[in-house]
Every structure is written in structure tokens, then in C-alpha cells.
């Protein structure tokens, strides 16, 4: 069992940055792959990008690498998404994600949850 609590989302303006943080208690996190997920109002959850265990990093669009970045320390079992140059598109509740086998773009992949942490880009 693994949970998983989102912080850091909040408003920021168009152009501007946030923080996301993802921390995880329950079991062995160095062991499970982290993914990011957004959902807008009325959309799908779409995949943002996923870490796996070693650090290597699967992106949902070049659009997004090219503007946020995501890492994990394994020693403070946590999963951080910074996200930069936002734009009104980017408003969704964004959520981490876990599971035992590699990184997957798939939310029916992942076994755990966060809660969800808002993101509102004005514009």
C-alpha cells in the first residue's frame, strides 16, 4: 500500500511557475514508478509525464517537456513536477500516481492515487 498526498498547486498567472510536490508513505518508494496526471473540467485525465525507479523520465508531449520538468528523491520519498512558462491550458487538478512496474502513460496502469491538487493559470 502506498499513499500518496498532492501540495503546491494553487493560481499563478499566465507565463508564471509552480512548484508541485507529490509525498508518498506506505511501502518501499524507490521501488514504484510516479506519474503525473492532469484533468481538466469536462476532459479525460491526460498523462503529463511519468518517472520510473532509476529516474528516467516519459514525457505525454514535447510541449510539456519543453516546459516542466519532473524529479524524485527517494530519500524523502517524494515526486516533484515544476512547471514553467504556464499557460491557461494548463489549468486542471493534477494528480501523482504509483505503481510497481516501469513508467506508463495509462492511467489504468497505476495502482495509487493523490487526491488531486488545483491548478488555475489566469490569463
Known amino acids: 500500500q502506498l499513499q500518496l498526498i498532492e501540495s503546491g498547486g494553487g493560481l499563478a498567472q499566465t507565463g508564471g511557475s509552480l512548484r508541485l510536490s507529490c509525498a508518498a508513505s506506505g511501502d518501499s518508494f524507490a521501488t514504484y514508478a510516479l506519474g503525473w496526471f492532469r484533468q481538466a473540467p469536462g476532459k479525460e485525465r491526460e498523462f503529463v509525464a511519468a518517472?520510473?525507479?532509476?529516474?528516467?523520465?516519459?514525457w505525454g508531449s514535447a510541449s510539456l517537456k519543453g516546459r516542466f520538468s519532473v524529479s524524485r528523491e527517494n530519500t524523502n520519498n517524494s515526486i516533484y513536477l515544476q512547471m514553467n512558462s504556464l499557460k491557461p491550458e494548463d489549468t486542471a487538478i493534477y494528480f501523482c500516481?504509483?505503481?510497481?512496474?516501469?513508467?506508463?502513460?495509462?492511467?489504468?496502469?497505476?495502482?495509487?492515487w493523490g487526491q488531486g491538487t488545483q491548478v488555475t493559470v489566469s490569463s
Open positions: 518517472i520510473n525507479w532509476r529516474g528516467g523520465v516519459t
Open positions: 500516481a504509483a505503481r510497481r512496474l516501469g513508467a506508463s502513460s495509462s492511467p489504468s496502469q497505476y495502482n495509487y
